[in-house]
């Protein structure tokens, strides 16, 4: 991995994210020292319909990485529907058909545990809605390794159930309201 | 291998791990005596795995076996030969299904199969076999395109103890409807009974899709290949390598490949790190990754 990695945002949600994530993804600037992972459980054998909707994020270039795809920056990755994604030290994504986890694959949990494992320079995870406790377990393990966290309010969220499983956890550094969440992901936070 | 152990591993291959996510904290030289072992005493040599799933894989089996530590996992390996078994089932990763993205069965069933119609002998080289789910839709394929006379299928595997599923043809009941679901994407004019049918909480396939089948131990990273073939598969197994080593193994594929042979790896699985294939491969169908060696 270089030293100009690109500051990587994991973000996770289930039901009730997707749509308030892809309005949100609309208002944020394109940065080419940035990337987000969008995890986002989804059916199986639903390929493309999912990338077709982040598409056309101003500036934003939208890949569903394949095997071995190196990690740049001014991507939207979306992570392949019945694949884990995980992210390597060396640079680049790997995918894995290991048994779900939480009934998930891909699971949030997973990749957030890959970038503690990968220990990327700089990264943040972010929990949106959802129905199920996946993403927690991986947030809180982001938390504890330094990187900064972010849940959603859950009186904000569609469905409360996953948000509210990471604060029985833990205090993220950020509780925010979906409307905020390109600022915050613009600053690229690092906990001191 | 006792009939018993062919019995409990489909089992333990299929269920869901419910335990909690977390990471193994594996020192570095740890890591490294475990390489060592495996190459060593058991001589398998795991160093080009990706990493991310290697350790999610030794932190899955600490759990499982109640291991304290990546210390104590090697000092079982090394004290404890008969382990070595059940940690390989652990280790390597199963997880397969009939017609696993029925779209890519699509394309090769109308835009492969053909290809052979008039070639007499079909070898087939399915590399990373599994528990077989896969074997049996490539050879439902072959028979549906009268092409299975001629087609000799060499499915082969690093782990014994999954090798030893396939050859049953005998899956748990509660994979039909997904399976059943898939085949009618695939063959949307064929009945699923016709290949299938209910035996207790078993799902039983035909036997006779296994006749002209025959199940090996390879290893990928060091064994050669063994003959040439018509026609490679090998889905979902190089995700598991780092780009140098899936470099070297799809090399060896086009080796092991006849002019105008065909390659299929997994739907997100690529050739971008292997040069040669650029100059020797060309694309059947690039999206469901279908390959043709030049002739």
Same mark, same amino acid.
């Given at each position: 991995m270089t030293p100009e990695a690109p500051y990587l945002w994991v973000i996770g949600g289930s039901a009730g994210s997707f749509t308030p994530l892809r309005e949100a993804l609309l208002k944020l600037p394109y940065d080419p020292d940035m990337s987000l992972v969008l995890c986002l459980h989804r059916l199986k054998n639903a390929r493309f319909q999912i990338t077709d909707a982040f598409l056309r994020i101003k500036g934003w270039k939208v890949s569903e990485p394949d095997d071995k795809t190196p990690i740049q920056g001014g991507y939207i990755y979306i992570a392949p529907a019945d694949y884990h994604l995980l992210i390597e030290r060396e640079g680049y994504f790997s995918l894995s058909v290991e048994e779900p986890v939480h009934f998930s694959r891909p699971s949030i949990d997973v990749t957030m545990l890959s970038v503690v494992q990968a220990v990327w320079p700089r990264a943040g995870g972010v929990l949106l809605s959802g129905a199920n406790k996946d993403g927690a377990q991986g947030l809180y393990q982001m938390y504890q390794a330094g990187y900064f966290t972010a849940v959603q309010d859950p009186a904000d969220a569609e469905v409360s159930h996953m948000p509210n499983s990471a604060l029985a956890l833990f205090e993220p550094h950020s509780i925010f309201l979906i409307a905020n969440l390109p600022d915050l992901l613009a600053r690229k936070p690092i906990p001191h | 291998m006792s009939g018993g152990l062919i019995c409990e591993a489909p089992a333990c291959n299929f269920t869901p791990l419910m335990q909690e996510e977390v990471l193994p904290e594996i020192a570095e030289a740890d890591l490294e005596a475990f390489f060592q072992i495996m190459h060593s005493v058991y001589g398998y040599d795991f160093r080009e795995y990706a990493r991310a799933s290697v350790l999610r894989r030794l932190g899955t089996i600490f759990k499982k076996y109640g291991l304290p530590d990546m210390k104590a996992l090697n000092q079982r390996l090394l004290k404890q030969k008969e382990f070595f078994e059940t940690f390989l089932n652990e280790f390597r990763i199963g997880a397969t299904e009939l017609f696993r993205d029925p779209s890519a069965w699509v394309a090769l069933r109308k835009q492969v199969l053909p290809l052979f119609m008039t070639t007499t002998q079909i070898r087939v080289w399915h590399a +990373?076999?599994?528990? +077989?789910e896969e074997v049996l839709s490539l050879a439902i394929l072959l028979t549906e395109a009268g092409l299975y006379s001629r087609a000799q299928i060499y499915a082969t595997d690093i782990d014994p103890k999954t090798l030893a599923i396939a050859p049953r043809a005998r899956y748990p009941l509660r994979h039909k409807r997904l399976y059943m679901e898939n085949f009618q994407q695939v063959l949307? %004019?064929? *009945? !699923?009974s016709k290949y299938a049918h209910e035996e207790g909480n078993e799902l039983v !396939? %035909? *036997?006779?899709? $296994?006749?002209n089948v025959r199940f090996l131990k390879h290893n990928l990273v060091s064994d050669e290949p063994f003959s040439r073939f018509e026609l490679i598969l090998c889905r979902n197994? $190089?995700?598991?390598?780092t780009p140098e080593l899936q470099d070297r193994v799809i090399r060896k594929f086009i080796r092991a490949l006849v002019p105008g042979g065909v390659l299929m790896i997994g739907t997100k699985e690529s050739l971008f790190w292997c040069k040669e294939a650029e100059k020797t491969l060309v694309p059947i169908n690039n999206l469901e990754r279908l390959y043709r060696r030049q002739v």
């Open positions: - | +990373g076999a599994s528990t +077989g949307p %004019d064929v *009945p !699923f !396939f %035909d *036997p006779r899709l $296994l006749e197994v $190089l995700i598991y390598f």
